[in-house]
C-alpha cells in the first residue's frame, strides 16, 4: 500500500484529504508544520509528499513551502513532492516544478484530478525504484561474472572433511541464522554461500555477492548502502546498494576483513539494526539481514554458526574429481578435446601442496589444456615441479613468446567464440596479423 505524506496548516484540509485518499487505498501520514515533514521524510518510507505552499496565515508569498521543498530535494531527491496552492497562484506553482515538484494541485481541488495526480505520482516512483533495482541488479551480476567467473563450481565432496561441511549446510542453511564462513583463499567460500541460499527459505530471492576487499574506501559505503543523486561529483543519478538489493535474500561479503576500521561501525550498525542511510541523504531506510557471512575478525560481537572450509591439502579425496569437474569445463570452452589425464598427471595433482587451493586447482588445469598438444593432460603439462619438502608446487615456467602469445590467442578466441574481428581488436592485432598467427601456431 502506497503511503502518502499530508502538510497543511489548516486541520479540515488536512482531514478531508486523509478521507479522500485513505477510502482509495493510500495509507496516510499528516503533519501541519515544515518541520514534521522533514522528520517524517527523514524517519519513514514515503511515496509522494502532497505539501501546502503556505504556513503562516498571514502569508501567501509560498517561500515557506518552495524552502521546504528544497530541504526534501536535499534529503530525498527521488521522492515525488505534489504541491497545493490557491486558486490564481499558478505562477507560484510554476517556480515550485521548476525547482523540482513533480505536479501541482489548486485549492479548492478537484477530487479527481487529485486523485488522479496522487496514483500518476505514485506509478512513477515505483517505476523509478523499479529501474533502479534493475540498474543495481546489472551491475551486480557483471561484478559477480568478473569474480568468479563464468563457471559456477559444482560440490564434489568425496573426502570426509567435506562431507561433514555438506552436513553442516543442510542442517543450518534452512535456519534465519547469521553464518561465518571461514577458510583459506580459494577454498571455496563463495561456492559455500550458494549452497546455503539454495537451502534457505530465500532461495527464491536474490543472492547478491560482493568482494568488499577489492573496494576502495571513497567508493565501498556507496557500493554497499547506495547514494543519492548529487552525493558526490560523479553520483548524476539515485543508485540502489547491496543491502537494499539482497532485501528479502541473502548478500555475502568477501573478504570482510578488509573494510576499513572508519566504516566497520556503520556496517555492523545495519547487521545489528538493518537500518543504514545512503550517501548524501539521511533518510533511514530498513532491510531484514536474516543470514550474512562475514569474517570472525569484524562480526566478533554478532551471535553466529561458523562453518570452515578445510584447505585442499586436507582433503586429497576431492582433488582428482575436482579437477575432472575443471578439465571438462575448460575442454568446453576451449572446444578442445582433452578429455582425461594420465595416471602420472594425477599423481602429480594429489602430490601437489596447493597453497592456493581449489581456485589454484582451476587455474593450473586450464593451464594445462591449453598447454597439452595431445587428447590427454600429462604430468609435464601440468608444469608442477618439486619442493624442498619433497611435495609439487605450482611454477610459473619460464615460458617463450610464441608459448605466452599461443595461450591468448586461443582465450581470446574462446572468448569471442571465435570470432577473429573481435580477438584481434581485443589483442591489439589486425586481422591479417592474427591470421598469421593463427597459421602459425595451427589454430582455427
Known amino acids: 500500500m502506497a503511503r502518502i505524506l499530508i502538510a497543511d496548516d489548516q486541520t479540515d484540509v488536512l482531514a478531508a484529504l486523509r478521507l479522500l485518499l485513505k477510502g482509495n487505498g493510500f495509507e496516510i501520514e499528516t503533519t501541519s508544520s515544515p518541520a ?14 502532497l505539501i501546502d505552499l503556505n504556513y503562516a496565515r498571514d502569508t501567501t508569498s509560498g517561500s515557506e513551502g518552495l524552502d521546504l521543498l528544497n530541504r526534501i530535494q536535499a534529503a530525498d531527491a527521488s521522492l515525488p513532492v505534489v504541491v497545493m496552492t490557491a486558486w490564481g497562484s499558478v505562477d507560484l506553482a510554476v517556480e515550485a516544478m521548476r525547482r523540482g515538484a513533480r505536479d501541482f494541485i489548486q485549492k479548492p481541488w478537484d ?64 535456519a534465519d541464522a547469521n553464518i561465518l564462513i571461514t577458510g583459506e583463499n580459494g577454498a571455496g567460500k563463495g561456492v559455500i554461500a550458494r549452497a546455503l541460499h539454495q537451502t534457505s527459505s530465500r532461495s527464491v530471492k536474490p543472492l547478491v555477492a560482493l568482494n568488499a576487499g577489492a573496494l576502495a574506501e571513497g567508493v565501498f559505503e556507496s557500493e554497499l548502502f547506495g547514494h543519492v543523486r548529487g552525493a558526490f561529483t560523479d553520483a548524476k543519478t539515485d543508485r540502489v546498494g547491496r543491502f537494499e538489493l539482497a532485501d528479502g535474500g541473502t548478500l555475502f561479503l568477501d573478504e570482510i576483513a578488509n573494510v576499513p576500521l572508519t566504516l566497520q561501525p ?62 571438462r569445463q575448460h575442454s568446453e570452452r576451449y572446444r578442445r578435446a582433452v578429455m582425461s589425464f594420465t595416471p602420472q598427471a594425477l599423481d602429480a595433482l594429489r602430490e601437489h601442496s596447493w597453497p592456493g587451493n581449489v581456485r589454484e586447482l582451476d587455474h593450473v588445469v586450464e593451464r594445462a589444456l591449453l598447454m597439452s598438444t595431445g587428447n590427454v593432460v600429462t604430468a609435464f603439462d601440468l608444469a608442477l615441479q ?18 605466452a602469445e599461443r595461450i591468448l590467442i586461443t582465450k581470446a578466441l574462446a572468448r569471442f567464440e571465435g570470432n577473429a574481428n573481435r580477438a584481434a581488436e581485443a589483442l591489439g592485432l589486425s586481422r591479417s596479423a592474427l591470421y598469421r598467427r593463427l597459421q602459425k601456431y595451427g589454430l582455427s
Open 386 to 403: 618439486s619442493t624442498s619438502d619433497g611435495r609439487l608446487s605450482s611454477r610459473l615456467e619460464e615460458m617463450s613468446l610464441e608459448e
Open 111 to 174: 477530487n479527481a484530478r487529485l486523485l488522479a495526480v496522487v496514483r500518476t505520482q505514485v506509478e512513477l516512483a515505483a517505476a523509478l525504484r523499479r529501474g533502479q533495482r534493475l540498474e543495481a541488479e546489472n551491475v551486480a551480476l557483471r561484478d559477480s561474472v568478473a569474480d568468479e567467473g563464468v563457471k559456477q563450481p559444482s560440490i564434489i565432496a568425496e573426502s570426509p572433511a567435506m562431507k561433514s561441511v555438506l552436513k553442516l549446510v543442510e542442517r543450518i542453511g534452512p
Open 36 to 49: 514534521g515533514v522533514l522528520e517524517a521524510v527523514n524517519s519513514k518510507d514515503l511515496d509522494v509528499v
Open 266 to 327: 556503520k556496517l555492523l550498525r545495519v547487521l545489528e539494526t538493518g537500518e543504514f542511510e545512503r550517501v548524501g541523504s539521511s533518510t533511514t531506510r530498513k532491510v531484514e539481514v536474516a543470514q550474512s557471512r562475514f569474517r570472525q575478525d569484524l562480526l566478533f560481537r554478532l551471535n553466529t554458526v561458523e562453518i570452515h572450509i578445510p584447505p585442499l591439502r586436507d582433503r586429497r579425496e576431492d582433488i582428482a574429481p575436482l579437477a575432472d569437474y575443471f578439465l
